[in-house]
């Protein structure tokens, strides 16, 4: 298989705040950090953007072109995250050439990776995406399914409401 053996993205719609809202939205209370805020994929510029997004382990991007329509929407969660990630996409040529940007949607990286992916899925059906963009598929679950993921978080500890034998209710000086 040879780097230039995909055709250029379909472009979807323009990436604006409707779209970004629920890329955040589809994220729960997964999402952390602020706002997503363009990044430049400029040739000049990707080492800026790289020192950025290397930092993010976990989350959704949306690819855009030099008009801000959508050109990808993926996932990320695994060594090197976002910016490793957005790596793969531009050693493709039509990747290279069409991808002028990317709005970041940062996650807590200890986001089980069934969550994240399952937030990719959502953000697709939130934007409308699915049949729009060419050949591109994005996981299907159902707002259940997704809701069970996106919400489950592992409990590193827990703790009862009062330490036995205190039946004050007040746990203000109890030990933590």
């Known amino acids: 298989m040879s780097l230039d ?8 719609p323009v990436v604006d705040t409707r779209v970004l809202r629920h890329a955040w939205t589809a994220l729960g209370p997964l999402a952390c950090g602020g706002w997503p805020i363009p990044y430049s994929l400029a040739p000049g510029r990707r080492a800026q953007t790289f020192a950025v997004l290397d930092e ?7 690819a855009v072109d030099a008009d801000g329509r959508l050109r990808w929407l993926g996932k990320a969660h695994r060594d090197g995250g976002i910016g490793a990630r957005l ?8 990747r290279a050439r069409v991808f002028a940007g990317v709005f970041v949607v940062a996650a807590d ?4 990776p069934q969550a994240i992916k399952a937030a990719e899925g959502r953000a ?7 049949g729009r ?3 591109r598929t994005w996981p299907v679950v159902t707002q259940a399914q997704w809701l069970a993921l996106v919400t489950s978080r592992p409990a590193p500890r827990i703790i009862s409401p009062r330490p036995a034998g205190d ?7 109890a030990p933590a």
């Open 87 to 94: 790596r793969d996409h531009l050693k493709h040529p039509e």
């Open 133 to 135: 963009m060419g050949p």
């Open 56 to 62: 993010v382990l976990a989350g959704l991007y949306l």
């Open 5 to 12: 053996c995909c055709t250029e993205p379909v472009p979807g």
């Open 167 to 173: 039946d004050t209710g007040d746990r203000s000086a």
């Open 109 to 112: 990286p200890f986001s089980p």
């Open 124 to 130: 697709a059906d939130l934007i409308g995406l699915r």
